[in-house]
């Protein structure tokens, strides 16, 4: 691919011989997993610079991405799903469904172009696209990110919601909620100090897993708003075939999925007192 | 509640971490070039003593000018040997010179060399400026092009251009002999190339390893910042050799590789010029009030290539019949909106080029004679194929969908196959395709578009195409070095290959900008090249 149209099989050879991409796959594969053990996670076969840095340097980018689109999806899920199980097969369920639904089937790369072309261009009130670092301009850095943490998390709170929906519905159904019910307490205190905390365990586990797939539509957000993450730096890696690059991104976001669901594991005690104590 | 206080706490250690701003790491600032050995400081240079405004210090300096454009795609790297696609040289042109340049219409011009004179078939000689300085000061000399020349010739993909030459000899200071190994047409057009034939320091590369992270150049821009991915940052250089360029302080390139995220951000004023590269976002901008879309011809053109080593293609009755059928004016109207021009009379070289050889054989289809070369052919009842293309660039989709239909009506069943770029590279090099429909760019001179392609030994001749006449003319138009003689030849050479068509020459597309109105004095140059940035000005 550096070569381009250019390539000829001479050229070809050479590079690959240069990079050391003839050898067999599999010694390739266990040197890097070696380096990769010690720290080491390569050099761009491009422009050299350590693999490490120039991830570390666009994490932080994707990493705030992702937590403000897991906050939207958030913040959207707890009120459609909470109203949708207090107030079960009334208009209000029907439109949360609705909108749940709406949320689940659009692409969020096509409502990221719709957020465009009505908040940013017609209405004005945020910028089209761009990336000013936190430290640099906190309040841009917001403006910048509202639109791709929008497109984001609304495309994926759909899911949280309707778990929260049906596993609320059924908590409060329960035996030990009609005793608070009986011992007087008040609906408020019933929902928030018993249900929600118990409701909250397959929440969670959907949630976990709804970050992976929050990870993997982060790369076509991130192209449409020209956010500088890691979604770009795993595109260009794929397009320009520089696999010490690709092969650190593809490890980062595995270990990401990995570790948010391990912290999702161990937040379960923290709800749920019955895991605690077994 | 404890999931949202555990919330609140993720979020605040997501601002947390986000305070360490993307940028002091390899791939991204460039310090001043661990060069200068006179201990000069950074940004000053021998001739312009006194000139308060160099050190660029945009925040205190309130009338700072700044252009902010935005272009498809990063460069893969800032060092010009390296890195010779064109979406590098679009960055790099701007912080180098070459020795010659092109002007507007692609005729040779001096650029570091103020004149040069051909002493004899094999021998040419350079005379440079004496008032250019590199970015940190160093004034340059006939020492730093040889030593370019032969980093070219070790290093850069587009080393076989410069194969031709034999040595670099230092003659002054000032003054340069190329000695060519066999008289050389296209040598002044390779030595003019934007980005890849870019003259750089010795000292710099020893400092750096390479120049993929630091630019120290002649051009009219220095580089500040590389966010890889996200933008570039350059500003003016005072001490630029022509007088007046750049015009603006300070030009910031966004990468933006979403045409309707480039459009909106013209739109909102986000930015000031973008290249447009989606037909559809064209009739857009004409619309939008305060915008102007600009067209101009490129030297590009779009293609479909025979493996004429496989049956049918191997036929050239065949291989005319297709010619003579596709009708490439609907090609145009139906994928580029009416925009751009079927190579009806032309060959790789468009309209308005020297090479361009007016050669109107296919300018009207005739479905029916097609019919006829088939059935001679014996292929009366047609044949299945598949055509390939690129899916990396959405155009080519566009263009071979009505080449499909148009095919369909000569009885021939074509399936379409769309190839990652870089897998498509390696099924040319095997020899696994029928027909590949792809395009070049920014090819000025027609030995590069068309040796390496057509001859018989050329490294890029994928379909296997083997004609001694087209070589021998191909050959002649590389030796010659006088414009009207090599015109001659590679009319010739155009003609022949248009009437034994190995390659259909389809279209040549026209290029788009959308810019605001505030900006002026852009031009497009055919060959692709924005070394016009440093003639820009903006309207405040």
């Known amino acids: ?278 | 509640m404890r999931k949202l206080a555990m919330l609140i706490l993720l979020v605040a250690m997501a601002l947390a971490s986000c305070t360490q701003s993307p940028s002091p790491t390899e791939p991204s600032t460039v310090e001043a070039p661990t060069t200068s050995e006179d201990g000069a400081s950074e940004e000053t240079n021998g001739l312009e003593a006194g000139t308060e405004g160099d050190e660029e210090d945009p925040a205190a300096d309130e009338a700072t000018v700044t252009l902010r454009v935005g272009l498809a795609s990063d460069t893969l790297g800032m060092d010009p040997h390296l890195f010779v696609n064109k979406t590098s040289t679009n960055y790099t042109e701007l912080l180098y010179d070459s020795l010659l340049t092109f002007d507007e219409s692609t005729n040779i011009a001096p650029g570091l060399a103020e004149s040069y004179e051909q002493i004899d078939d094999v021998t040419w000689t350079f005379n440079l400026r004496e008032d250019v300085t590199f970015h940190d000061g160093k004034p340059l000399t006939a020492e730093d092009v040889k030593y370019s020349l032969e980093r070219i010739q070790e290093l850069s993909p587009k080393k076989a251009l410069f194969a031709p030459i034999e040595t670099v000899d230092v003659v002054d200071q000032y003054t340069v002999q190329i000695n060519l190994s066999s008289p050389f047409g296209p040598l002044l057009t390779y030595l003019a190339l934007p980005g890849t034939a870019s003259i750089v320091d010795q000292a710099t590369v020893e400092a750096n390893g390479d120049l993929s992270n630091v630019a120290n150049g002649t051009g009219p821009f220095k580089l500040v910042e590389w966010q890889q991915g996200s933008h570039t940052t350059m500003v003016a250089n005072e001490g630029y050799f022509v007088e007046d360029q750049p015009i603006v302080d300070e030009l910031i390139i966004h990468v933006v590789p979403d045409e309707v995220a480039a459009s909106a951000r013209l739109r909102a004023g986000e930015l000031d010029w973008i290249e447009l590269y989606s037909y559809a976002e064209v009739e857009a901008l004409r619309a939008a009030p305060g915008l102007t879309v600009m067209e101009t011809p490129v030297i590009d053109w779009k293609f479909m290539l025979f493996n004429t080593s496989k049956p049918p293609f191997d036929d050239v009755k065949v291989r005319q019949a297709i010619a003579m059928g596709l009708d490439r004016q609907q090609i145009v109207d139906t994928a580029l909106f009416g925009l751009g021009q079927p190579a009806e009379a032309g060959a790789s070289a468009p309209p308005g080029t020297w090479a361009y050889v007016d050669y109107p054989l296919y300018d009207t289809p005739d479905a029916d004679a097609a019919q006829g070369l088939l059935q001679e052919a014996g292929y009366g009842d047609g044949f299945p194929m598949t055509i390939r293309f690129p899916s990396n660039w959405p155009i080519y989709g566009e263009i071979v969908t009505p080449i499909q239909a148009q095919l369909q009506a000569l009885g021939i069943d074509a399936e379409l196959e769309a190839v990652e770029f870089g897998v498509l590279i390696e099924e040319l090099g095997a020899g696994q395709f029928d027909a590949v429909v792809s395009g070049w760019a920014g090819k000025i001179d027609p030995d590069e578009q068309l040796y390496e392609v057509f001859h018989s030994e050329g490294a890029l001749n994928w379909g296997k195409f083997s004609d001694p006449e087209v070589d021998d003319l191909l050959e002649q138009g590389r030796a010659a070095t006088e414009l009207e003689e090599r015109q001659g030849f590679y009319f010739e050479a155009q003609r022949r290959l248009m009437e034994l068509s190995p390659e259909l020459f389809l279209i040549y597309p026209t290029a788009y900008f959308g810019m605001s109105d505030s900006v002026t004095g852009f031009t497009a140059r055919p060959d692709g090249s924005y070394r016009s940035f440093a003639r820009v000005s903006v309207a405040p």
């Open chain 1, 1 to 278: 691919m550096m070569l381009g149209f250019e390539s000829t099989p001479q050229r070809v050879a050479e590079l690959r011989q240069y990079f050391g991409l003839d050898r067999p796959w599999h010694i390739q594969y266990f040197e890097w997993l070696g380096a990769v053990l010690q720290g080491d996670l390569g050099k761009s076969l491009l422009s050299g610079a350590r693999v490490d840095e120039m991830i570390m340097a666009r994490f932080p980018a994707t990493l705030q991405l992702t937590l403000a689109s897991m906050f939207v999806a958030l913040s959207l899920a707890l009120p459609v799903g909470i109203l949708a199980a207090i107030y079960p097969r009334t208009m209000l369920d029907t439109v949360g469904t609705l909108i749940s639904v709406v949320g689940l089937s659009v692409p969020h790369f096509w409502l990221a172009t719709l957020l465009i072309l009505l908040v940013a261009v017609r209405w004005e009130l945020l910028p089209v696209a761009g990336y000013v670092p936190f430290a640099e301009a906190p309040i841009e850095n917001l403006r910048h990110l509202v639109l791709p943490a929008l497109s984001l998390g609304i495309a994926y709170f759909a899911s949280i919601a309707r778990q929260l929906r049906s596993s609320l519905m059924e908590v409060m159904d329960t035996g030990y909620i009609r005793t608070a019910h009986a011992k007087g307490l008040g609906s408020r205190a019933i929902l928030f100090r018993h249900a929600l905390k118990n409701a909250s365990i397959p929440v969670l586990t959907v949630a976990g897993v709804q970050v992976g797939r929050l990870l993997g539509g982060v790369i076509v957000i991130e192209q449409i708003f020209s956010w500088p993450g890691i979604g770009t730096l795993g595109l260009y890696a794929i397009n320009q075939r520089d696999y010490p690059v690709l092969q650190g991104v593809v490890l980062l976001v595995a270990g990401s999925f990995v570790a948010i669901n391990l912290l999702v594991d161990l937040a379960y005690p923290l709800v749920d007192p019955r895991i605690r104590h077994s």
